[in-house]
């Protein structure tokens, strides 16, 4: 395993960071607030560095599995450690506080330290947001999609970074399905910027929303996140498009193609789709019961907005879930695990992952019914084998073991048992809000600092699924 | 005729052996010697050893001059391949076993059109679709169709508290209101016989109806049979017969159980059936079978690979008081045994791609033949053409063989019961009954 190596690919997403906070800079520049400079700032080092270590180094031929891993997880490292320069170089947050903003913004997690957003400059605010939008589809991918020479190297490292159990391929070569995948996004993100527009957004505010709502993000401009927008058109786009950005994009792809029977005959998107309209019953019932809303319209609006936002793991906000009632606080809760559809920019666990285990679970009833069966596990008609099962399963544990550690730690540090699990959870599942302490309403500025570091971890845990970043602290990744 | 065989396995061996006793020059190839050997010394034939999908070892077998050539190797691109080798030669009838259950899925399956091929058996599926006719009532044994389904035979045992038993031929048949069906044979104590009217029906003898299919149920009734409704099956044995038998239970909403002995035979059964409860173990298994509820089921069919196996399993299954028990049996000297020990009927794929291709064999007179298996006699169905002398003449006017006797005549859809004043007319199907010595001189009928 060579660092040169590492440090090519490296080197070149760094210099791609450095070019979208140029762009920001732009944006800055063109409100002509004081965060003109500290970006363009940020932008020049991470350029310079970038290429550097780029040229300095020779181009890879091929990447060996392990290289791949490491390059995944550095790379994204990287990119929240030179993303973080801005804000720092502002001077609206220190330098922890900055990593942490940064990190939970590339992996779509949208949990924030600011409390109050709309006191920031609009350049800063929006790199918030790109950072969101570039995690979302993954700066691996864009770099597969953009780059010819990877080739197969590049599919280990677009294996590394696309979530779900085994990614599809959509073109017999990996670099027209990434820009296949890239193309798909960002016409959703175009779709939903007009929507917006039409019901009476600013092109500010429309375009960092929808770089918010298609990652799966959550960082909003407004303190009152979507909330701030009392439009009820505009909130129901926003879930129409958080719930979008959980569907599979291969999905997209086939509908866009003009097979859009295949997602109705798609067997997770069924169960995701299932999913979501049975939580929402069971928090819209316990809200009517409980009269946490003036109209039925309102507590239905707010309802499916918290349900499909949380369990899209998007995190963007209407109301303020820490005051309705306990049942439909668990229900959120659970939801924070399952996550959107595999191969979608959602986080979790996956509903792919989540309806496999489910099945699994079928299955092993029926075989203590007949002890001398041979049962396959199906999903979606084809045959789950063995070994994808157990690194489901598998999976499953660690992200469960790794949420555990991480509650634990936080309330090792003095943070209470409610606000300790929603944030690991939150974490974790990249979402953002969390329960109590950190929820919509609240933020993340007075964890302490190593609860701000266990929960940087967790977010790049979740993003890169686990595996990616967990293959590193095995001894034999670093045996020769 | 002449006719060329590519694979002496089972199949070809038993192809070979059927044709030259009817007379025809066969030439069989086979890459194996000593099974080409084997053949040459057991049959009256040519053998060609070599890879019989190859041009050259094709033309050492003298296809030139062949009229029909039957590929029936186990495996099925190499009868294909030797199929598509002969479309250079002008031979009218090119025949290729084709039963990988992969090449016949919902999606699509193979049309013999596209292959040069003029037509494919597949006699596991035959025998899969055999099995499940079997498995419709308690009492067959044995179930050939003609006349596109308008006809059946069926063979069946008379049961003790039968209401027929005791009465003669001539009786019953007054007694039943627009009767459609005939006794067409009779196996008593080991002796085949063409009842007439005077016999009189025995507790436990092997009777064979020729009849119109609707009238079935009706005979099963005389015969001292309840209603039969399946619901349960277990299958013996995971080969392809059982994949084909699985998918048309599935299609009926049998539910149904596999029980296979190879562990990653298992697996992929369990990929391919998607509604099986598929068991790993041994059908013989008494264990495994009781913890599995066999005496709560309506059929077992025993499919393995294994003559001996099957036959044991069905006995086992047979003692746990299933009520019908089907075996798979390719070896012709057990069939008679079968019977006899309590097996109730018995499908082979052998057997059943040998009559395919008789069929094919005798030419265009020959619509249908079934080589009945418990009995020394074969169903044959004839068209009646304008040039033979028997148009237009009544059936006592023909002078058809002793050991013959027209079981049913269709014409358009109308199925009739044959007597001395029918007249045959240009264009019938005509059913017949024929024991070994009669078959040549009823052949000789019909041209």
Redesign the interface.
């Known amino acids: 395993m060579s660092a040169r190596t590492a440090l090519h690919i490296i080197g070149l997403i760094v210099a791609a960071v450095g070019a979208a906070m140029g762009f920001s800079a732009i944006v800055a520049f063109l409100y002509s607030g004081p965060d003109a400079l500290p970006l363009l700032a940020a932008a020049a080092i991470a350029v310079v560095l970038g290429i550097a270590a780029n040229k300095l180094t020779p181009r890879p031929k091929d990447l060996t599995i392990r290289e791949s891993y490491l390059i995944v997880t550095l790379a994204w490292l990287s990119a929240a450690v030179f993303g973080a320069l801005p804000y720092w170089f502002a001077g609206v947050a220190s330098p922890l506080d900055a990593f942490f903003e940064s990190i939970s913004g590339f992996t779509t997690t949208g949990a924030s330290i600011f409390p109050d957003p709309e006191s920031l400059p609009r350049g800063i605010l929006f790199w918030r947001d790109l950072s969101q939008w570039l995690g979302g589809m993954g700066i691996i991918v864009l770099v597969v999609a953009v780059l010819p020479f990877l080739g197969v190297g590049g599919m280990q490292l677009f294996r590394a970074e696309v979530p779900g159990p085994t990614p599809e391929r959509l073109q017999p070569r990996i670099r027209q399905t990434a820009s296949i995948l890239w193309r798909v996004y960002v016409g959703l993100t175009a779709a939903q910027v007009i929507l917006y527009l039409v019901g009476g957004m600013s092109l500010y505010d429309a375009v960092t929303h929808a770089f918010g709502t298609m990652p799966t993000g959550g960082f909003s401009t407004r303190t009152a996140s979507i909330g701030a927008f009392t439009s009820p058109f505009i909130q129901y786009v926003t879930v129409v498009f958080m719930y979008l950005a959980g569907v599979n994009f291969a999905l997209h792809y086939r509908a866009l193609r003009g097979q859009p029977r295949s997602i109705l005959e798609d067997e997770e998107w069924r169960f995701y789709t299932l999913l979501l309209l049975s939580a929402l019953a069971i928090v819209l019932a316990a809200n009517l019961v409980a009269g946490t809303h003036s109209s039925l319209e309102a507590a239905f609006r707010a309802s499916a907005f918290q349900v499909v936002s949380i369990g899209t793991t998007t995190g963007f906000a209407t109301a303020d879930y820490v005051t309705w009632p306990a049942v439909s606080q668990v229900v959120l809760f659970f939801l924070m695990f399952v996550g959107g559809m595999a191969g979608s920019t959602g986080g979790g666990m996956k509903t792919m992952r989540m309806w496999a285990a489910l099945k699994q679970g079928v299955v092993e009833l029926r075989k203590h019914l007949h002890p001398r069966a041979v049962i396959v596990t199906r999903v979606g008609g084809k045959v789950v084998h063995e070994g994808v099962m157990l690194n489901i399963l598998a999976f499953m544990l660690l992200f469960v073991a790794s949420f555990i550690i991480g509650a634990l730690l936080l309330t090792a540090l003095g943070v209470d048992l409610v606000t300790a699990a929603g944030a690991s959870a939150a974490a974790i599942a990249n979402i953002g809000p969390g329960l109590a302490g950190v929820g919509p309403a609240e933020n993340y500025s007075w964890m302490p600092a190593v609860g701000k570091i266990v929960l940087s971890l967790l977010m790049l845990l979740g993003r890169l699924e686990i595996y990616t970043v967990l293959v590193l602290f095995h001894p034999e990744f670093w045996r020769r | 005729m002449r006719i060329l065989i590519v694979g002496a396995g089972a199949v070809g061996f038993s192809l070979a052996e059927h044709l030259s006793e009817e007379g025809h020059d066969i030439v069989l190839v086979d890459q194996d010697p000593e099974r080409a050997a084997r053949a040459q010394d057991q049959l009256d034939i040519m053998t060609v050893t070599g890879n019989g999908a190859s041009i050259s070892v094709l033309e050492k077998a003298g296809i030139e001059d062949v009229d029909l050539l039957a590929a029936v190797t186990s495996v099925d691109e190499v009868n294909l391949i030797a199929c598509m080798s002969a479309a250079q030669y002008d031979i009218p009838i090119k025949i290729a076993r084709i039963s990988n259950p992969d090449y016949f899925s919902e999606a699509g399956r193979l049309k013999s059109a596209q292959q040069g091929v003029d037509l494919m058996i597949n006699p596991e599926l035959e025998c899969a679709r055999e099995a499940f006719q079997l498995l419709q009532s308690e009492a067959s044994t044995e179930l050939a169709f003609f006349a596109g389904g308008r006809v059946q035979l069926m063979g069946l045992r008379v049961q003790p508290d039968a209401p027929i038993v005791g009465q003669s031929l001539q009786e019953v048949a007054t007694r039943v209101e627009d009767r459609r069906f005939l006794t067409a044979a009779v196996l008593r104590n080991g002796e085949t016989i063409i009842p007439r009217g005077d016999y009189r029906f025995q507790a436990g003898d092997q009777i064979y109806i020729i009849g119109e299919s609707t009238q079935m149920p009706l005979v099963l009734k005389l015969a001292g049979y309840p209603e039969f409704k399946l619901r349960r099956v277990m299958i013996g044995g995971g080969g392809r017969t059982a994949v084909y038998l699985a998918k048309i239970l599935e299609e009926h909403n049998v539910d149904y159980t596999i029980i296979e002995s190879d562990?990653a035979r298992?697996?992929k059964?369990?990929?391919l059936l998607?509604k099986a409860?598929?068991?790993?173990?041994n059908a013989t298994d008494m264990e495994?079978l009781e913890?599995?509820g066999v005496e709560e089921i309506e059929g077992f069919v025993v499919l393995t690979g294994s003559d001996d196996t099957n036959m044991l399993a069905s006995l086992l299954a047979k003692s746990h008081g299933v009520p019908k028990v089907v075996a798979l049996i390719n070896r012709i000297d057990y069939i008679p045994l079968v019977s006899r020990v309590g097996i109730d009927a018995v499908v082979s794929p052998r057997i059943s791609a040998v009559n395919s291709i008789l069929r094919h064999a005798r030419g265009g007179i020959v619509v249908g033949v079934a080589a009945l298996r418990g009995i020394d006699a074969e169903v044959i169905e004839f068209n009646v053409q304008p040039a033979s002398d028997i148009a237009g003449k009544t059936l006592a006017e023909i002078d058809f063989p002793d050991h013959s006797l027209v079981g049913a005549i269709t014409r358009g859809d109308e199925v009739i019961v044959p007597s001395g004043q029918v007249k045959l007319a240009n264009g019938d199907k005509v059913t017949v009954l024929a024991l070994p010595d009669a078959v040549k001189a009823v052949e000789k009928l019909f041209q």
């Open positions: 562990r298992c697996v059964l369990a990929e998607k409860l598929i068991l790993h173990g495994l913890m599995e």
